[in-house]
Structure formats: structure tokens, C-alpha cells
């Protein structure tokens, strides 16, 4: 199946020559949900307005259900959604106009039915009558997401959805996520929540200073995320990994001092205690112990130092 969204060497310099994007490649999947992670000013925001063909790029293509943004903009921005970071909704006007308002400029008929089903699933509808600036913060948000789902778009681009809102709210912002996608709309959300990514991607982007430093299942960085590694310091310098323990993952450090052991804490057993025996047997002494556990946090931090 071919992607729903494609970006191709995408790049992006902003008057003044900042280079926001460099070259970015990347394919979004019907269905599933997309975490963009990044710090800030890594260009998170710069990206998903050039997909959605609001910023114009300096060179490279994107498409959207195999419409080009730049050629075809008014077929590709049909099947967007985007719900902007910030909150820019007239205080005045009830949430029900707010909404239809939107669909309208989209030129989809006027129809009151699809809008409270909207306003419904987002746990709005008891507000519909209500004016803007009656509600709080957290239904704010959650009206400019029924804005951007107004006209059935295909795929919903949230920047930044729960930047300063509270645990609870948060948690109730990733409902309404997955209950988006289960409804079949693709999701590409960015975030710089680590804990959100975790909770509700299926695939996790890793950007900073406009490149694309990863892109994985989240399953997979999960994976890496039950790995622990114990570092075992010896003695005495080995100059080579004994026989005996060649089943183990274990590497040696370039001074013969340390042995580091990677194991899967998920796994029945680990390993240590046999491990631990078998090193004594092969006449390697031990100094000290410690284990450690790599996080999505690590994985991150590292690849933004490393590039840094
Ligand atoms: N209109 C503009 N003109 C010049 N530079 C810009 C413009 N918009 C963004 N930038 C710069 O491009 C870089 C990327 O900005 P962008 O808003 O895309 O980052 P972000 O990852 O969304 O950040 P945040 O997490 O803070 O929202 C930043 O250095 C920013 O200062």
C-alpha cells in the first residue's frame, strides 16, 4: 500500500537563511499514528506546515493521498486536518458555529448531524450552545480539534496537543487520540512529552535541527527500553572475553577493566546468577557491580548530543 503522506528531501530555509529543514524523508502509513519528537525549535512545527502546504518548502515534494501540496493544494488540504498549536478561536461565537463554520470553508455542505456526532465523541456536545469564552483551557483544545475533523479529513496533524495542560487532561487527550485512529484517521502528532509518545504511538520520529534522526516502531524502542545492562569491573585486565561465557551478550571495554552484560528484563530469567558463577569459575575476579537501564529518554538525549 502506497504511504497516505510522502515527503521527499524536503527543505526548508526561512528568509535570512536559517535552514529549518534539512532534506527530510519521510512516509506516513494509512491508520496509524505518527509521534514527531523533538526539542524545541528543532522544527517540528516548521514540518508539518510545509506537508500541509501552508509553509512553501525551498526545494523537495510532499504528497498527500498522491496529491502534490504545492500542485494540487486545494485536493491534498481536503484530506488534512490540522490542529494548530496555538489557540486561535473567536471568544464570542458558540462552539456549535465554530465548528460548522469551519467545514464550510472547506466547502462541505452544511450538516448538524456529523457536527454534534463530532462534538459527541469529543465529550463537547453538552457545550455546544455555549460561547467560546466560557470554556476552560482543556475544552478549548478540544474544540479546535473538532474544527480540524469538520470537514472528514483523512489526516490529523495535532502540534503539540497537550503542551500545557495537566496530567489528567492529558490523559484524556490520548483517549481521544486513540479514538480518532480507531476511527481510521491517520495521526501525526508532535510532542516534546516523551511519556507521550510512549503512550500512544505506533511509530516514534526523533527530530532535532531539522533532520529526521529516527524513525521506529515504538514496539521495537520498547523493546530496547526492557534492555538492562549490568557493567561488571574486574580485578584485573582481561584481554579477551573467556570461552566459557560465549552464549552471554557481553562486551569488553577497550581497557579489559569492564564486562558489560545486556540482558532482557522481561525474560524469565536473566541470567545474572549463572553468569556471575561462570565468571568466577573462568578465574575472573570481581570489583564491582552496577546495572543500568536505557529509556526512550536515553535513546533520545543520545541522539540529540550526538548530533549536537
Ligand atoms: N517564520 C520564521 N522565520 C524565521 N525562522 C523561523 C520561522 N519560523 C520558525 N523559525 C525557526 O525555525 C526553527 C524551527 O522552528 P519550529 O517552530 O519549526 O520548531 P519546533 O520544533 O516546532 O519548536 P517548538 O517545540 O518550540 O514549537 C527555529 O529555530 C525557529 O526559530
Not at 528568509?15 to 528543532?42: H, Q, R, T
Not at 484530506?79 to 460548522?100: A, D, H, K, Y
Not at 485512529?181 to 511519556?195: P, R
Not at 578465574?283 to 557491580?289: A, R, S, V
Request: hydrophobic share 40%.
Amino acid at each position: 500500500m502506497s504511504p497516505i503522506v510522502s515527503v521527499k528531501n524536503l527543505r526548508k530555509s526561512y528568509a535570512g537563511g536559517f535552514e529549518a529543514l534539512k532534506s527530510v524523508n519521510l512516509d506516513i502509513e494509512e491508520g496509524e499514528i505518527l509521534a514527531l519528537l523533538g526539542p524545541n525549535g528543532a522544527g517540528k512545527t516548521t514540518l508539518i506546515s510545509t506537508i500541509c502546504g501552508i509553509t512553501v518548502p525551498t526545494s523537495g515534494t510532499v504528497t498527500v493521498g498522491g496529491h502534490d501540496t504545492q500542485t494540487a493544494f486545494r485536493a491534498a488540504r481536503n484530506l488534512i486536518g490540522l490542529v494548530p498549536q496555538e489557540i486561535n478561536l473567536e471568544p464570542f461565537e458558540t462552539v456549535m458555529n465554530t465548528v460548522s463554520f469551519s467545514r464550510g470553508l472547506f466547502g462541505k455542505k452544511k450538516d448538524d448531524a456529523f457536527v454534534e456526532d463530532i462534538l459527541r465523541k469529543l465529550s463537547l456536545h453538552d457545550k455546544k450552545d455555549n460561547k467560546i469564552m466560557m470554556l476552560s483551557g482543556g475544552m478549548k483544545r478540544r474544540v479546535l480539534i473538532a474544527k480540524a475533523l469538520s470537514h472528514e479529513p483523512k489526516v490529523l496533524f495535532l502540534d503539540e496537543p497537550t503542551a500545557g495542560v495537566d496530567v489528567e487532561l492529558r490523559k484524556d487527550m490520548w483517549d481521544v487520540v486513540a479514538d480518532l485512529k480507531a476511527s481510521g484517521v491517520t495521526i501525526i502528532l508532535t510532542t516534546h512529552y516523551i511519556e507521550e509518545a510512549e503512550a500512544i504511538a505506533d511509530r516514534v520520529g526523533v527530530i532535532n535541527k531539522g533532520e529526521i534522526l529516527l524513525v521506529q516502531d515504538k514496539s521495537d524502542l520498547m523493546r530496547q527500553l526492557g534492555q538492562k545492562q549490568l557493567k561488571i569491573e574486574l580485578n584485573e585486565a582481561t584481554s579477551r572475553i573467556p570461552d566459557a561465557l560465549s552464549a552471554y551478550d557481553l562486551s569488553l571495554s577497550d581497557d579489559g577493566l569492564m564486562l558489560t552484560y545486556s540482558y532482557d528484563t522481561k525474560a524469565e530469567r536473566t541470567g545474572i546468577t549463572t553468569l556471575l558463577n561462570e565468571l568466577q569459575a573462568a578465574g575472573l575476579q570481581l570489583k564491582d557491580l552496577q546495572t543500568a537501564q536505557s529509556s526512550l529518554e536515553d535513546i533520545f538525549v543520545g541522539l540529540v548530543k550526538e548530533k549536537a
